[in-house]
Structures are given as C-alpha cells and as structure tokens.
C-alpha cells in the first residue's frame, strides 16, 4: 500500500492536460468485443480501471497490441469465453457492462457481481428487467449472474430510475437485437454518447443518445472501428476545483466546455473567474470565495462525482453552504476524514452543512473511495502543514498520473510506501 505526502498552502498555477474519460473508456472496452474485427481505441486514460478492464478482456481471450501510451489495438476475432474473471470483476463495478456486450455477440453472458467504490445501495434490477425486456433468461446463482437468449428482440423499456449503468448496458444488448428498441427515461451524461458514436462506427443504428429517449434499431454484425475517447469531465472538474480552493489559476486543456458547464457556473457562484475558450478553461480562485448551496444531479446537472471535491471548496469559502446529494446514498465518506483536518461539517440525512472560512490543518487520512481521495487531496493543499493521505489506490483508479500533474502546478506531493495501513480495516493506525 502507498500514501501521498503533501505540503499545504499551495496555490495552483499553470496549466494541465485532461486525459480521457474513465467512465467512457470502461464502457467503450466491452463494448469492442461484440465485433470480431480489429478496434482500436485512442486517447484511453492510464488508470488502474482501465488496466482492469484490458486484463479482463485478455483473460476473455481478445488479443491486444498497445500503440503507444493511450492507444490501443483490440481484435476480439479470438474470444474464447463468455465468463469474466471474478478476481478481475470484484475490482470494478463498471465490469458489469461485460453482461450487455457478451449477450449481443453470443446470445449468453456469465459476470459475476461486480464489485467497486462502498457508495451505498446500488441495484441491477433496471439492468435485468431490461435484459428481460429484451429475451433474455436470467439466473443468479452462487455470486453469478447467468444470462441466456435464444434470440434478443427489441422492446420498449421504461427504466424507473434514471442509470448510467443500466442504459449504457441495454444500449450494447440492444444493438444486437432483432427490430427496434425504444429506451425511455435514460441517462443523458456525455459518456452515453460517446459509447453512442463508438457502437454507431462499427455498424449500430443509434438514435438519440443525449436526450433521455435512445431509439436502437438492431443489427447482424458489428465491424471493426477507431475511436477517440472524450475528454474526462470529473478529472477537469477537479482541477478546476483544485485551483479555486487552493487560491490559485489553472488552465485546464483539451476539455469539452459544454460537458462542464454546471461545475462552471457553481464556481462562479462560489466566487472564483472562469474564462472559457473552445477547448480549455482557465479558473482564478484569488479573488474572496463566498458560501453557496450544491445540490447533485444527474447531467447536465452538478455530477456527484465531483461533489466530494465540491465539499473542500465549500470549506474554504466563507459562510455557511449546504450540500444535497441526491445521487447515492454513501457519497460522505470524505465527511470524517475532513473533520480530521479540521473542517466543520455536519452531516443529516443526504444533506451536509459546511461552516467554511476555517482553515484546515494538516493530518493523516485515509482515502475511502475514489473521489474523496481526490477531495482530500485538495483539501492538504489548502491545509496549513503536511497532510499523509492513505489508500491511494482509490485515487489511482481514476486519476491519469494525478500526482505528476499536480507537481506541474506548482505542488509539493509525492508518494511512498504506507506500512500504517490496516488493508483490512482499510484504516490508518
């Protein structure tokens, strides 16, 4: 296990690169064994999800040729298999996307539960009664979930509440099913269109991907394709973030501004300037920050990845803020590690009242998932003193090299070895 070291007081400046999205590219790499032929796959972030994602498909069978640092060439001509490594699987939750995308090409799919960030309850049962909708049998049995058709047939399906997982799963089955496939009140985030135009590139029929109304017309074969990645949002919206709270200015690059408008104006509001160019975003955090409310939506509303990040500037900011999450019912496990450094936070229900304008003070913490690692990780470079953040696997998930890029603006982090963490208490001693 390894932790980051980090000095505090530093303001932000310069400017930084935004790799690919993760949660693009670990629907887009399922997504390419439903054809035989030759994908190849650009602008792919280097995060441990991503390298997940790669070892399951090799372990599947699909042979795999990098083409330099964020590219790569897949042929899934060669899959041997229907059922993905439950040792590889418990390590994501996005491994479930292998259920929609092996039922399209084989008519059967073996995955098992999928695993990832403790964020409170998160079903599959959207997933499954649209899989349902479509043909398909479904067994779960010993941890397995077991999908069989005979033939998938399109269908109307209504999801009850609107999932990211559930539409992008039932946009890969769909694509293969006989006739159409009208799916109704639908996740509209911009990973849903990119997966959209990946699936439409190697022969689909994909209509309306944005809108909260998706309309597929199934076809027979899928063909080989090449396929850029969009910029990561989250990975941008934490930069930014990171650059209002530390007091500095930031220039994040290679960004979709339409895909980052919420997080814009919320730190607008907050108090930061915000200028925004055609593919980059500068974020000056020097003038007073002033407290605000954040609630969480799905898009294009303010996204719950980001709310944890949201939650550190909140702190700086003066006044009193209040967060409502609305999104999933775990997302304040950052809430206590913050209380370490000092921030005053009192948490009901999905509401979290911040009494910002203290400032923070350097303290060991432990990352409990993904982006609260990231969170705290701004929080220590606004905190008086040195901050030891745990667990930073979490981070390295879906961060591309966040600490080197961190480094190039101006921040005093580095990395070592953490032999105080407890891996199964997953607790600092």
Same mark, same amino acid.
């Given at each position: 296990?390894?932790?980051?070291?980090?000095?505090?007081?530093?303001?932000?400046?310069?400017?930084?690169?935004?790799?690919?999205?993760? *949660?693009?590219?670990?629907?887009?790499?399922?997504? $390419?064994?439903?054809?035989?032929?030759?994908?190849?796959?650009?602008?792919?972030?280097?995060?441990?999800?991503?390298?997940?994602?790669?070892?399951?498909?090799? *372990?599947?069978?699909?042979?795999?040729?990098?083409?330099?640092?964020?590219?790569?060439?897949?042929?899934?001509?060669?899959?041997?298999?229907?059922?993905?490594?439950?040792?590889?699987?418990? =390590?994501?939750?996005?491994?479930?996307?292998?259920?929609?995308?092996?039922?399209?090409?084989?008519?059967?799919?073996?995955? %098992?539960?999928?695993?990832?960030?403790?964020?409170?309850?998160?079903?599959?049962?959207?997933?499954?009664?649209?899989?349902?909708?479509?043909?398909?049998?479904?067994?779960?049995?010993?941890?397995?979930?077991?999908?069989?058709?005979?033939?998938?047939?399109?269908?109307?399906?209504?999801?009850?509440?609107?999932?990211?997982?559930? +539409?992008?799963?039932?946009?890969?089955?769909?694509?293969? #099913? @006989?006739?159409?496939?009208?799916?109704?009140?639908?996740?509209?985030?911009?990973?849903?269109?990119?997966?959209? *135009?990946?699936?439409?590139?190697?022969?689909?029929?994909?209509?309306?991907?944005?809108?909260?109304?998706?309309?597929?017309?199934?076809?027979? =074969?899928?063909?080989?394709?090449?396929?850029?990645?969009?910029?990561?949002?989250? @990975? #941008?919206?934490?930069?930014?973030?990171?650059?209002?709270?530390?007091?500095?200015?930031? /220039?994040? @690059?290679?960004?979709?501004?339409?895909?980052?408008?919420?997080? /814009?104006?919320?730190?607008?509001?907050?108090?930061?300037?915000?200028?925004?160019?055609?593919?980059?975003?500068?974020?000056?955090?020097?003038?007073?920050?002033?407290?605000?409310?954040?609630? +969480?939506?799905?898009?294009?509303?303010?996204?719950?990845?980001?709310?944890?990040?949201?939650?550190?500037?909140?702190?700086?900011?003066?006044?009193?803020?209040?967060?409502?999450? *609305?999104?999933?019912?775990?997302?304040?496990?950052?809430?206590?590690?913050?209380?370490?450094?000092?921030?005053?936070?009192?948490?009901?229900?999905?509401?979290?009242?911040?009494?910002?304008?203290?400032?923070?003070?350097? !303290?060991?913490?432990?990352? %409990?998932?993904?982006?609260?690692?990231? !969170?705290?990780?701004?929080?220590?470079?606004?905190?008086?003193?040195?901050?030891?953040?745990? !667990?930073?696997?979490?981070?390295?998930?879906?961060?591309?090299?966040?600490?080197?890029?961190?480094?190039?603006?101006?921040?005093?982090?580095?990395?070592?070895?953490?032999?105080?963490?407890?891996?199964? $208490?997953?607790?600092?001693?």
């Amino acid at each position: 296990m390894e932790k980051f070291i980090v000095k505090g007081k530093t303001a932000l400046s310069g400017s930084v690169k935004i790799s690919g999205s993760k *949660n693009s590219a670990v629907a887009l790499l399922p997504a $390419s064994v439903m054809t035989s032929e030759t994908v190849c796959l650009e602008n792919l972030p280097d995060i441990t999800d991503v390298r997940t994602m790669i070892e399951i498909l090799e *372990n599947l069978g699909v042979s795999i040729r990098r083409r330099g640092r964020d590219s790569l060439e897949l042929t899934p001509g060669s899959i041997s298999k229907i059922a993905p490594s439950y040792e590889l699987v418990k =390590k994501m939750r996005a491994s479930y996307y292998f259920m929609g995308s092996l039922l399209a090409r084989f008519g059967r799919a073996e995955v %098992p539960i999928p695993g990832g960030c403790d964020l409170g309850p998160r079903p599959i049962d959207q997933h499954l009664k649209g899989f349902t909708a479509l043909g398909a049998d479904i067994n779960i049995e010993h941890g397995m979930i077991k999908l069989t058709a005979q033939k998938l047939t399109g269908a109307r399906v209504y999801l009850d509440v609107v999932s990211i997982g559930a +539409t992008i799963n039932l946009m890969l089955a769909a694509a293969a #099913a @006989e006739g159409r496939t009208i799916l109704e009140n639908v996740a509209k985030e911009p990973e849903i269109v990119d997966l959209s *135009n990946f699936l439409n590139a190697m022969g689909a029929s994909v209509r309306g991907a944005g809108t909260d109304v998706i309309r597929i017309d199934g076809v027979k =074969k899928f063909k080989g394709a090449v396929h850029t990645v969009i910029p990561d949002r989250i @990975e #941008a919206g934490t930069f930014m973030m990171a650059a209002a709270a530390t007091r500095g200015r930031v /220039t994040v @690059e290679d960004v979709i501004p339409k895909h980052l408008e919420a997080i /814009t104006a919320k730190i607008r509001e907050i108090g930061a300037k915000v200028e925004v160019d055609p593919e980059k975003i500068t974020v000056d955090g020097t003038a007073p920050l002033v407290s605000s409310d954040l609630k +969480t939506f799905p898009y294009p509303g303010f996204p719950t990845d980001l709310q944890p990040p949201g939650m550190v500037l909140l702190t700086a900011a003066e006044g009193l803020s209040v967060i409502t999450e *609305n999104v999933f019912d775990g997302r304040y496990n950052h809430v206590n590690e913050l209380k370490r450094m000092g921030a005053r936070i009192k948490v009901e229900g999905r509401t979290a009242l911040i009494e910002g304008g203290m400032p923070l003070t350097g !303290a060991p913490v432990a990352a %409990p998932d993904l982006r609260s690692g990231a !969170a705290l990780i701004i929080a220590a470079l606004t905190a008086d003193g040195e901050s030891q953040i745990s !667990a930073v696997d979490h981070v390295d998930r879906g961060y591309d090299n966040f600490e080197g890029k961190l480094t190039g603006l101006g921040a005093s982090i580095y990395r070592t070895a953490d032999e105080s963490y407890d891996r199964q $208490s997953g607790k600092v001693d």
